[in-house]
């Protein structure tokens, strides 16, 4: 890969700046441009009509009165787009083919409550809301499915008759020797369940879509805030019968995505069919309640009979269980969190034999999406209350047990089980920062002050890994078919018709500051300030540069953005160097770039100014070489494409993923024994994520993926009821974290810098979900032992008052230990 | 915006609005609009008229009498309450309880009778009233009633008003001395939630009225009150004296908490309030 420049320029670097974010002005004058902000000539409005149920057959839809209202334009059901499209892409068909059959519309079944049955479109948005409400649906209720363990029994009722069961997909990981290490070791502790439960990060701009499919020139534009629109346009596409080259998407400012807004793509679909049977473009914003019941929700997971070979001192050897993950009803980027679990197999740990049994199953709830964090926070969580549990079983030191069993720094890089290649990190030294940070001693001190104040404190520890750039290679180990592989991004890079220079990204941000570290990276090899650089704003793929994998998910811009930036930018310069090499009559290595300017090293007065460059090649031609004049653009596409093999699919081995950032978390919690309730008294984050590129960004990540992993860990979970009514489908009873319910929180760094990603960056946005660990960890110390433990990754105050006030027979504390040369 | 068409009606007098009421089918006085709007906007309920009582005047003052009792107009929105020197003066707990009501934006809009009338069971001034033994005052084309707190709230969302009918304010007696308590677990908005006021006197409980809400009627718990009444102000004491909050209450279940958890909490709030009050009354 390209390093950053080496040419001696006089200005400090730009990149490793905390410079103020480029995109913020516009937003916090509320200048930005979100798809609602959006309009086109003669839109409509549609309206979708959902199912009240959570499973049920149509029995019939009657939208003659919703077409007979005044205002209405059309309507749309899931019929009329059974019989234009095909069934929507799936990843990983059974053996024998079989698969689920989902359409861009619910079609003769319903199998969550909020799946759209039907849409309507109207003249105003209000008259759609009131067509819809005259679209008369009946159903007939079937029994309904909401257990992901159960989903999998081969007795239960089969959602998808095509499918044949309920099994998403079903694997055996299996690495080392396990039965070896159960048998070697000194001690097995065994934990019946851990459940991570159903969340979303919840962003606070919900989905919308404005989209023109036009009669004429059959161009489909696409205004949305979907986060991955090219993964969309590859699902939808074939379904659709359309061509990738029909598809304009077009987004600018998104208010959130953490990976739920690549859901959004089956609406897409639908909503450009509505649009071509109206002729007209159409517009949908989601409500909250829309976005709470069928926006996409984090994936629940359950990790049964787990059981963990650890020697005498503390070391682990592996680890074995049973993981069922619940997709929901269909399946939308899954499975493909059935395989991205494993490119954290050990966590941080040395665990060298594992064994995991992984299903993932159907039930009739909301699809499961991409959740920050995705797959691998589930993962790691159960590893870290894995880890606290053994610490407190054998009676081991929670902070020594982590030392001793962590990855080491000089054990870099460090190939996992399951053949990752983890590329660097410190983590004792991080553990160690992040307790000095809590005041760890004096926490300790405190929590034997508080002892039977009726307020016990506990002190909880999350070692967490953020790993960032996939190899897409991994998703073969569902389905050796698959045509997907490695990774990478895009960029333009150009001057205009006045020397201006200009990026564009093939990234659609959701506040990640792309614009900024993009033009800072860009600034330090064209020798001039980021304030003069233009980075697009958002994405439109009728000019931007992109590539299948483009988009904003899964922690990797600082990787696969930043790399095809700093690529572009150097073909640019190396243009820009050419011109005025000729210019001048001089060799190219006597140029040098410096302020906007094209000069002879040494020689400030021997300058062309980038408005030079730019007019010998836009505007004044034929003072070049003809063949200089044809080859040189100065508009300089590079594609980043990170080094990666092809996993091996029998072993389900391989490197799946580039970098790992860390974060280790600490927390101080209060847990009120009348209540349950747990406050929270001091946090604090040490991350890793190699050289940052602009650390008040990184320090927004940190901020952000803390405040939702707290909110996930206390006060957010979609809860169903025994019908599949999900029962807190707004903000009134979805407690998402706002900023008075997140603590102060401290941070600081280490920098570790990767030796794969080029400019040592790592990606680093997801924080790894580790306040979920955390605080699964506090609440776990302040219990004490002997008692239940705490097997829910949400903790709510009825919970923990629930394992406060637990004192049933110790052989269902739910953990027990098997050590050699005594009976278990 | 998301809700049916729905007419809209201020009047400029109080008899206007009672008159719109009496002969609307479908008629629904309008407060501060923080409940009433999101149960339309869900298409909850069917109204035909929104009377739109916010600013009617009759409805917007704060008075307090002689003896220290207050009667709040059932327009009087939760800011005017927390800002309102007089009724800092007399009754500064249910000032700071006001203060603290959810956010800015619904404290400028929200209104104490609304919320009284809404009866939500997470609402915060239905056990208020409950305790002090409020009387709400009534009025109609057929002329005016009072109604004890105690027989005011119905049920889950409902209150004895007819649908001609509107609460015009809400007489709190004077406190004499009283404290008031006021104490929640919050889950959400709350998920248990308990009302004292007690009176004592040379380190006993001289009286105390206990009420517990989110519930879908707020319930006094007598026997808390009988046990409270001469007991000792320690907090082994009133532990015991509320222990039994729980008798006779029906908690709901949410996805906020259990019908169990909220049974067992009840004497941890009760608890709570009574030393809160003991201790000197609600800061907020
Ligand atoms: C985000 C949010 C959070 C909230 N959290 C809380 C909370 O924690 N605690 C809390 O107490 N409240 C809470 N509320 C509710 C809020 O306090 C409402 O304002 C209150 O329930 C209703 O008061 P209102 O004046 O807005 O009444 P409206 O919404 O206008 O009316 C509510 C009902 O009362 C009837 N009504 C109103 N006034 C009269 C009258 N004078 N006579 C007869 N009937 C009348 C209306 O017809 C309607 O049926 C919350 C509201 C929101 C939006």
């Given amino acids: 890969m390209t390093a950053p420049t080496t040419e001696k320029v006089a200005t400090t670097p730009w990149t490793g700046q905390s410079l103020p974010r480029k995109e913020d002005e516009r937003l916090l004058k509320a200048q930005g441009s979100f798809v609602d902000d959006e309009g086109m000539y003669r839109q409509g409005y549609a309206e979708f009509v959902r199912s009240p149920y959570a499973h049920a057959r149509i029995v019939s839809i009657d939208v003659s009165a919703a077409e007979a209202l005044a205002g209405v334009i059309t309507t749309l059901i899931g019929d009329e787009v059974k019989a234009m499209t095909e069934p929507l892409f799936q990843f990983a068909p059974k053996e024998d083919g079989s698969q689920m059959n989902e359409y861009l519309l619910g079609v003769d079944i319903v199998r969550y409550q909020g799946e759209a049955v039907a849409l309507v479109m109207a003249e105003t948005r209000e008259i759609a809301r009131d067509a819809a409400d005259l679209i008369e649906v009946e159903y007939e209720p079937l029994p309904v499915l909401l257990d992901g363990v159960a989903a999998a029994e081969p007795d239960s009722y089969v959602l998808h008759d095509s499918l044949g069961d309920n099994i998403a997909w079903k694997g055996l990981f299996d690495w080392g020797d396990i039965e070896w290490a159960l048998e070697e070791a000194d001690h097995v502790v065994k934990i019946d369940k851990l459940h991570f439960h159903r969340y979303s990060s919840t962003p606070i701009e919900c989905n919308a879509i404005l989209v023109n499919w036009d009669p004429g020139t059959d161009m489909i534009r696409v205004v949305s805030n979907n986060q991955f629109p090219m993964f969309g346009a590859l699902v939808i596409g074939p379904s659709m019968g359309v061509g990738v080259d029909q598809f304009d998407f077009v987004s600018q400012d998104i208010g959130g995505g953490f990976g739920i807004k690549i859901n959004s793509y089956t609406h897409i679909g639908v909503l450009a069919l509505l649009s071509r049977k109206a002729g007209r473009p159409v517009k949908w914003t989601e409500t909250r309640t829309e976005h709470h019941q069928s926006g996409g929700h984090g994936n629940e997971r359950t990790f049964l009979d787990i059981e963990v070979p650890v020697m005498a001192d503390g070391t682990m050897l592996g680890y074995k269980m049973r993981a069922f993950d619940d997709a929901g009803a269909y399946l939308h980027y899954e499975p493909l969190g059935a395989v991205i679990w494993s490119q954290v197999v050990p966590g941080p740990y040395k665990l060298k034999h594992v064994q995991v049994d992984y299903t993932e199953t159907l039930t009739n709830k909301c699809p499961a999406v991409p959740n920050r964090g995705y797959s691998r926070m589930q993962h790691i969580w159960f590893l870290e209350r894995v880890i606290d549990l053994v610490a407190q079983e054998l009676e081991l030191d929670p902070v020594e047990v982590r030392k001793l069993n962590y990855i080491q720094p000089e054990d870099y890089p460090y190939t996992t089980p399951n053949g990752c290649v983890y590329d660097s990190g410190d983590l004792p030294t991080a553990l160690d920062m992040v307790l000095e940070m809590i005041d760890y001693e004096g926490a300790k001190q405190l929590k034997e002050e508080r002892a039977g104040s009726g307020k016990r404190i506990g002190i909880g520890i999350g070692t967490t890994l953020d790993s960032g750039t996939n190899n897409f290679g991994q998703s073969r180990i569902l389905n050796p078919e698959l045509p997907f592989s490695g990774n990478g991004e895009a960029c333009t890079a150009l001057l205009d018709l006045y020397g201006e220079v200009m990026l564009k990204l093939g990234t659609n941000p959701q506040g990640q500051g792309h614009e900024t570290t993009g033009s800072q990276v860009a600034a330090d090899i064209l020798g001039m300030s980021p304030e003069n650089i233009r980075v697009w704003a958002g994405f439109d793929k009728s000019h931007s540069a992109y590539i299948g994998f483009s988009g904003t998910y899964a922690s990797q811009f600082a990787v696969t953005g930043i790399n095809a930036i700093i690529g572009a930018v150097e073909k640019l310069k190396a243009e820009i160097i050419e011109v005025a090499a000729h210019a001048f009559g001089a060799e190219q290595d006597q140029v040098e770039l410096v302020d906007g300017e094209a000069r002879i090293i040494g020689n400030p007065e021997a300058a062309i100014p980038f408005i030079g460059i730019a007019n010998m090649v836009f505007a004044n031609n034929s003072t070049l070489p003809h063949e200089m004049a044809e080859r040189v653009s100065l508009t300089c596409r590079h594609v980043y494409v990170p080094k990666f093999e092809l996993p091996d699919v029998e072993k389900k081995y391989g490197n799946l993923t580039l970098t790992y950032s860390s974060q280790t978390h600490a927390a101080v919690v209060e847990v009120d024994e009348e209540t349950g309730k747990v406050q929270i008294l001091d946090y604090a984050v040490v991350d890793d994520c190699g050289k940052r590129i602009n650390p008040m960004v990184v320090d927004g990540q940190v901020h952000g993926a803390t405040g939702l992993g707290i909110g996930a860990a206390l006060r957010e979970a979609f809860e169903y009821d025994e019908d599949g009514q999900l029962l807190n489908s707004n903000f009134l009873f979805y407690h998402a974290a706002t900023a008075t319910d997140v603590p102060n929180i401290k941070t600081d760094h280490i920098e570790s810098p990767s030796p794969f990603s080029g400019t040592g960056a790592k990606g680093m946005g997801e924080g790894g979900g580790a306040p979920l660990h955390t605080i699964s960890s506090a609440i776990q110390d302040a219990l004490g032992p002997g008692k239940a433990i705490v097997s829910d990754s949400h903790n709510p105050p009825e919970r923990v008052w629930r394992l406060l006030n637990w004192d049933g027979p110790a052989d269902e504390r739910g953990v027990s230990v098997a050590s050699k040369g005594t009976t278990s | ?284």
Avoid at chain 2, 17 to 33: H, K, N, Q
Avoid at chain 2, 52 to 68: K, Q
Avoid at chain 2, 153 to 158: C, E, L, N, R, V
Avoid at chain 2, 206 to 234: K, W
Wanted: hydrophobic share 45%; glycine share 8%; with cysteine.
């Fill in chain 2, 1 to 284: 915006m998301l809700l049916a068409a729905v007419d809209y009606y201020r009047p400029d007098t109080l008899d206007e609005a009672l008159e719109a009421l009496v002969s609307t089918e479908g008629a629904r006085p309008l407060a501060g609009g923080q409940s009433l709007v999101s149960i339309l906007k869900l298409r909850a309920a069917s109204v035909e008229l929104l009377v739109d009582i916010s600013r009617l005047e009759d409805l917007r003052t704060i008075e307090v009498a002689d003896d220290g009792a207050v009667r709040i107009g059932a327009g009087v929105t939760y800011d005017e309450m927390a800002t309102s020197p007089d009724l800092h003066q007399s009754y500064a707990s249910l000032s700071n309880i006001a203060a603290h009501t959810v956010d800015a934006q619904v404290r400028n809009r929200g209104t104490f009778g609304g919320n009284l009338c809404h009866n939500d069971p997470i609402n915060n001034f239905p056990p208020v009233a409950v305790a002090l033994d409020a009387v709400m005052h009534v009025t109609s084309k057929n002329g005016d009633r009072d109604i004890a707190a105690g027989d005011f709230f119905t049920g889950y969302f409902a209150n004895a008003l007819s649908p001609d009918e509107l609460l015009t304010g809400v007489t709190l007696p004077a406190l004499d001395g009283r404290s008031i308590g006021y104490q929640e677990v919050e889950i959400g908005e709350a998920a248990a939630r308990a009302v004292a006021v007690v009176a004592t006197s040379n380190g006993n409980i001289e009286s105390a009225n206990v009420a517990l809400g989110c519930l879908p009627i707020p319930m006094r718990a007598p026997g808390v009150e009988a046990a409270l009444a001469g007991a000792p102000t320690t907090a082994e004491a009133v532990a015991e004296a509320t222990a039994s909050a729980a008798d006779g209450i029906e908690p709901l279940t949410d996805a906020d908490a259990s019908a169990d958890y909220r049974l067992a909490m009840a004497s941890v709030v009760a608890k709570r309030a009574v030393m809160e009050a003991i201790e000197g009354g609600h800061h907020g």
